[in-house]
């Protein structure tokens, strides 16, 4: 209790100098909690829109393995919804239409559908959907012409009742207008809904009234959904896809489990990040702490405090401090949980505060995360204060180095580092993506846990230099600043150390983002031969836009262009089920493939292929080879010569299996043959402007594609890898952050530490304005070391990176000079606004009792 009380009463009368180690805390805290509470409400919210849009049970139609992707959706005969009614236990049944691969336009010819890459739901107006919707305004659909949309799509999109829209389907372009709108019972999260009167949904988005995809059956009162289920398939046959509401709720939860876990991992190693930085900041604190507080250690050690006592004590105080900047971190988490929440809602997922999900077990994980971190960060600040002994108290303020523990840093650093930097060059030098990317794991947690260790040994060698080439201009002013800087490189390789890690990986993901855009924009230049690409989002695109491609004026040639699954047998008997690319033979113009064996142009000749070096490798393939095919959902025993093996030395189309689209149509029925999911196009000659302008205009009706040329292709590339990149630094901006705080933190209690020097330095004739400068110097030329190791650090990872992603096909590696150098130059700026705070009290002591402070 004694000890308690000690550390108690220490802790308050210390608390304005660990206000920020406690914001660091919070910081993280909050960012572990919010990202928490963020993906549980998420996760509740696809739960309850799952379970309000669910029937007891649902008839589909039989799933194929491996089956085409034809962008149509699979139908059952609309008969099939009375012999569901005649089962008994069956409440009601009725034939649903589903359809995902639809657009749905405006008047403007707008797309209306999500920004999130949630698809666009077109349905029917039936008793199922008004399960779980209302008619918010206006009217019901009465016929064909006519729909409902959901509230949520009208309000984000402008629309409102009685305006014309378009549903582009695979059956054609439909032209409605908007009768009604409609709101879930329950949250949406974003996927825009187009309901259309049932029959008028069955022609327009499957083109027969006699088709549904799907029935969906209630069972009356006593009759179980899995009993039910087996009613339904001994009354219709079971060769038909039955689920229960909990079947379907499973499969939609893994379905969008996979993205929120990868997004809480993501996001929960971003917050690891900004904990490991604040570990940086708390150590350094309680290091200047113990510091100040030699002669009052060493008073209680002559009073009859054991080095336990004492050490118990440190610890406490570390234990309060997690306690209470863990529990404030937590509740800030959940304001950032909201925030997050409302940021969503602006990018177009829907979530609601009345889904907000706090789990038991997220104020538990925080206040963990939070004490654990303070505790083992001020485990070697409470060591070092329990061999203070009694005779300290004789002494100023400061702990004596050890410099046995100063030669076990050196060999120990030394040691990590260069053993980091050899997994680094064995990463760059492997011959397998799999083994590099194991060297590449070691080498940066090696060469990071070295840079730390290491780092308060380069403090005094490379803080001078810096020195001497940023501080030469600022005259004595500018040396006592490095002088100061270099005095304690523990110190000062600690604060240094936290930025060095945000920064560390700052200047390593510059670097493979630049290369990746850069390898690419390469390997257009040198393979692709198309002067303009009709891309999607996901959707096939349909015979009515691919006729508009067509019809284009000025191109010398269109190329269509799609993935068949097709199940090839070797003549070593092996049998796999491959994806292979089903294309006009001017495709072969288009994209430049290098071959190892044979020529390119005759994978496109009749019941011919072509297959990727390693495939050919692994069964022993030949050119003139004859392999047996089998089409899903078409024809079998189909023999198919190898006419070429392709390079695998690419980064476009790497080991993909080329045939003829003449031999995807011969071998596969009308209604299982894929749509086209890419388009290519060659204009004719001096026709390149003319007949881009009249591509994008005949495209112009259907804004769900992209038409581009390669210029276009190149820099739509550059700015998906840049907004990746964006949000990338925006999660390391709270490590960035919180290492900010360190270096405010370190100069607030060196400022405190240093009290009696500053006020005999002002008697004797240094000004106020001298003396603020001198600390924000010294906060610079901190901030630059640590920039210097962390960009140092950076370019080392990144070009190891670059050299295994070499492996994949992305074989320029290219430094962003521009970036590293406005990095560095930022680090300046950064140690200058730490400073300000710092220095400004510093400037504001009275001479006289700061000269009399002990």
């Known amino acids: 209790m004694t000890v308690f009380k000690t550390s108690l009463r220490s802790f308050l009368s210390h608390k304005g100098r660990m206000l920020l180690s406690g914001v660091a805390i919070v910081l993280s805290v909050a960012f572990v909690c919010g990202t928490l509470v963020f993906t549980d409400t998420l996760n509740t919210t696809f739960d309850k829109f799952f379970g309000s849009t669910s029937a007891d049970v649902t008839v589909g139609p039989p799933e194929e393995e491996d089956a085409q992707e034809t962008g149509r959706a699979e139908t059952l005969p609309a008969s099939l919804v009375e012999e569901v009614r005649a089962v008994e236990g069956v409440a009601s049944a009725e034939g649903v239409v589903f359809d995902t691969?639809?657009?749905?336009?405006?008047?403007e010819g707008e797309s209306v559908s999500s920004s999130n890459g949630a698809p666009t739901i077109g349905t029917g107006w039936g008793p199922d959907m008004q399960r779980s919707m209302d008619l918010a305004s206006g009217?019901?659909?009465?016929?064909?012409?006519?729909?409902?949309?959901?509230?949520?799509?009208?309000?984000?999109?402008?629309?409102a009742i009685g305006d014309e829209l378009r549903i582009i389907s695979v059956t054609g372009t439909h032209e409605v207008t908007v009768t009604g709108l409609a709101a879930f019972r329950t949250t949406n999260p974003g996927a825009p809904h187009i309901l259309l009167e049932p029959e008028a949904a069955r022609t327009a988005l499957l083109g027969s009234p006699d088709l549904i995809t799907g029935v969906n059956a209630m069972a009356v009162d006593g009759v179980a959904d899995a009993e039910l289920g087996e009613r339904i398939a001994a009354g219709i046959g079971a060769d038909?896809?039955?689920?229960?509401?909990?079947?379907?709720?499973?499969?939609?939860?893994?379905?969008?489990?996979?993205?929120?876990?990868?997004?809480?991992?993501?996001?929960l190693g971003f917050a690891g990040i900004a904990v490991l930085v604040g570990i940086f900041l708390i150590v350094n604190t309680f290091s200047m702490l113990v510091a100040q507080r030699t002669r009052e250690i060493g008073l209680m050690r002559a009073v009859g405090a054991s080095r336990r006592q004492v050490n118990r004590s440190v610890l406490t105080e570390a234990l309060l401090l997690g306690v209470v900047g863990s529990v404030v971190g937590v509740g800030a988490g959940v304001g950032l949980a909201v925030g997050l929440m409302k940021l969503m809602d602006s990018a177009g997922i829907t979530m609601s505060t009345s889904d907000l999900t706090v789990a038991a077990s997220t104020p538990v994980a925080g206040i963990l995360v939070g004490v654990v971190a303070t505790v083992v960060a001020a485990w070697l600040p409470a060591r070092r204060a329990s061999k203070v002994s009694p005779m300290a108290a004789l002494r100023d303020a400061g702990t004596p180095g050890d410099g046995a523990a100063g030669r076990v840093r050196a060999v120990l650093g030394l040691l990590l580092t260069v053993t980091g930097g050899a997994a680094l060059v064995a990463a760059a030098a492997s011959e397998e993506a799999s083994d590099g990317s194991l060297y590449l794991a070691l080498g940066l947690l090696l060469t990071l846990v070295g840079a730390v260790v290491v780092g308060p040994l380069l403090a005094a060698g490379v803080v001078r230099v810096l020195s001497a080439i940023v501080l030469r201009a600022f005259g004595s002013v500018g040396r006592m600043a490095g002088r100061n800087a270099r005095r304690n490189p523990r110190r000062t390789g600690a604060t240094a150390g936290a930025l060095m890690i945000g920064l560390a990986l700052v200047g390593s993901l510059s670097v493979v983002s630049t290369s990746v855009v850069a390898s690419a924009s390469d390997e257009l230049d040198r393979s692709v031969g198309a002067d303009f690409i009709v891309d999607t989002s996901g959707q096939p695109i349909t015979p009515e836009a691919a006729e508009a491609v067509r019809s284009t004026p000025g191109l010398a040639h269109v190329t269509d262009y799609t993935g068949v699954q097709v199940e090839l047998t070797t003549a070593d008997g092996a049998s796999t089920t491959e994806e292979m690319i089903a294309a006009d033979p001017t495709y072969a113009q288009d994209l430049r493939a290098r071959t190892v064996s044979g020529e390119l142009a005759a994978a496109y000749e009749p019941d011919r292929l072509s297959v990727g070096e390693t495939f050919a490798e692994e069964h022993g393939l030949a050119v003139g080879d004859v392999?047996?095919?089998?089409?899903?959902?078409?024809?079998?025993?189909?023999?198919?010569?190898?006419?070429?093996?392709?390079?695998?030395?690419?980064?476009?189309?790497?080991?993909?299996?080329?045939?003829?689209?003449?031999?995807?149509?011969?071998?596969?029925?009308?209604?299982?043959m894929p749509l086209n999911s890419v388009?290519?196009?060659?204009?004719?000659?001096?026709?390149?402007?003319?007949?881009?302008?009249?591509?994008?205009?005949n495209l112009a009706p259907f804004p769900q594609y992209d038409v581009s040329d390669q210029a276009d292709y190149k820099q739509s590339l550059e700015d998906e890898i840049g907004m990746l990149?964006?949000?990338?630094?925006?999660?390391?901006?709270?490590?960035?952050?919180?290492?900010?705080?360190?270096?405010?933190?370190?100069?607030?209690?060196?400022?405190?530490?240093?009290?009696?020097?500053?006020?005999?330095?002002?008697?004797?004739?240094?000004?106020?304005?001298?003396?603020?400068?001198?600390?924000?110097?010294?906060?610079?030329?901190?901030?630059?070391?640590g920039a210097l190791l962390g960009l140092g650090l950076g370019l080392g990872w990144g070009a190891a990176a670059q050299r295994v992603l070499a492996?994949?096909?992305?074989?320029v590696l290219e430094v962003p000079w521009g970036t590293i150098g406005a990095v560095f130059v930022?680090?300046?700026?950064?140690?200058?606004?730490?400073?300000?705070?710092p220095a400004f009290r510093a400037g504001r002591m009275n001479v006289l009792r700061a000269i009399a402070t002990e």
């Open 826 to 837: 930022g680090s300046a700026v950064v140690g200058l606004v730490a400073a300000i705070v």
């Open 139 to 159: 009217r019901e659909p009465g016929g064909p012409g006519e729909a409902l949309l959901d509230v949520d799509t009208a309000e984000r999109a402008d629309v």
């Open 240 to 267: 038909h896809d039955i689920d229960t509401r909990a079947d379907n709720e499973a499969a939609m939860q893994d379905d969008v489990g996979g993205f929120l876990d990868v997004m809480r991992y993501a996001m």
């Open 627 to 672: 392999l047996t095919a089998r089409f899903v959902g078409g024809d079998s025993g189909v023999e198919m010569t190898l006419g070429a093996i392709t390079s695998e030395d690419t980064l476009l189309d790497q080991g993909a299996m080329y045939m003829a689209m003449d031999t995807a149509r011969a071998h596969l029925p009308e209604e299982r």
């Open 807 to 811: 492996l994949e096909g992305f074989e």
């Open 725 to 785: 990149l964006n949000i990338v630094y925006a999660l390391l901006a709270l490590a960035i952050i919180v290492a900010i705080l360190g270096v405010v933190n370190t100069l607030a209690l060196s400022v405190i530490e240093r009290t009696r020097e500053i006020g005999l330095m002002r008697a004797i004739g240094l000004s106020r304005r001298q003396l603020r400068r001198m600390v924000r110097l010294e906060s610079v030329v901190i901030a630059l070391f």
């Open 679 to 697: 388009m290519f196009a060659q204009a004719e000659e001096g026709q390149k402007d003319a007949a881009y302008e009249a591509l994008k205009a």
């Open 101 to 107: 691969s639809i657009t749905v336009v405006d008047g």
